[in-house]
């Protein structure tokens, strides 16, 4: 992503607001020659004379589990790849009769947003917060796809995406008609990065008069809805949990609901926090 070209270019510009602190990347080869590196990005990855001092081959993966081997793992990441999807997302952008559908369909004509949500393969990691200085709050993320042939490419693939249902970013995309190191994404449209965390706890259960108030933090992401539900009585696997409200989309904070008459004559009642992502 930064100076391999001739000329050189000034390296890969994020958007306005998104200061990466860390870098995970994989090279996709088959399951067993998959390679990870990490860094930490300045400050801390570097010493006065700006050496990287915070840097590592994290190993390859596995063919059964994400524990990575033959590198230097300090943090314990795991990670591993699934590469044969064949449900249909691609760029071939012609339907059967041969007429081009743009960057939306796929050659069948099925939308690829309809048929990414049905792929059940890919890249996965598992990340310990220790490898990422132990945050407490929202993380934010941007993902990529690049090719480093060809002056190394970027891919239209991107989280978050281009946005504006301009076909022109899902057909051509940045890294086809300039190398990646002169890419800057805030003249494309869309915001590329997206937010994950604080993960998703319960934070406090309180009586006030008869009512129960039920406070939770959600995640920093309006794509994940949330709702109190609850069971009275005896628990069992067989119970059914009734929402105390419809669902609410994630803000990063805490929100509180109240299980009205909850408390009356303080009956044995059970309560947890439903998260589940929209996708309408």
């Known amino acids: ?12 510009t994020f958007d306005p607001g998104f200061a990466p602190n860390y870098y995970i ?9 998959s390679s990870f590196n990490y860094a930490q990005l300045w400050p801390g990855g570097t010493n006065a004379s700006g050496i990287a001092t915070n840097g590592y081959f994290l190993g390859r993966t596995g063919s059964t589990n994400g524990t990575l081997t033959g590198g230097t793992n300090p943090f314990l990441i795991q990670a591993t790849v699934n ?25 069948l004509g099925v939308a690829n947003a309809v048929q990414a949500s049905t792929v059940t393969n890919g890249i996965e990691m598992a990340i310990p917060l220790a490898a990422l200085g132990s945050p407490t709050g929202t993380i934010a993320i941007c993902a990529f796809i690049g090719n480093n042939g060809n002056g190394l490419q970027m891919s239209d693939q991107i989280l978050g995406p281009f946005g504006n249902n301009d076909p022109t970013f899902c057909t051509i995309a940045p890294g086809k008609t300039t190398n990646m190191p002169y890419v800057v994404l805030s003249n494309y449209p869309g915001q590329h990065y997206f937010y994950v965390g604080p993960e998703m706890r319960m934070t406090s259960v309180g009586v006030s008069n008869n009512n129960v108030n039920v406070s939770f933090l959600t995640e920093n992401n309006t794509n994940l809805l949330y709702r109190v539900e609850r069971i009275t009585g005896n628990y069992s696997t067989n119970s059914i949990w009734v929402p105390l409200s419809g669902f609410i989309p994630g803000t990063g904070g805490i929100i509180t609901q109240t ?17 589940t992502p929209n996708c309408q």
């Not at 990347?25 to 067993?32: A, F, I, K, R, S």
């Not at 449900?87 to 007429?99: F, L, M, R």
């Not at 299980?259 to 998260?275: C, H, I, S």
């Open 259 to 275: 299980d009205t008459l909850g408390g009356t004559n303080k009956p044995g009642a059970f309560y947890r926090v439903r998260q």
């Open 83 to 107: 590469n044969s999807n064949t449900n249909g997302v691609d760029n071939a952008n012609k339907n059967p009769s041969g007429i081009s559908t743009g960057c939306y369909t796929n050659h």
């Open 1 to 12: 992503m930064g100076p391999t070209n001739n000329p050189p270019g000034p390296g890969l």
């Open 25 to 33: 990347n994989m090279n996709v080869g088959t399951v067993l020659t």
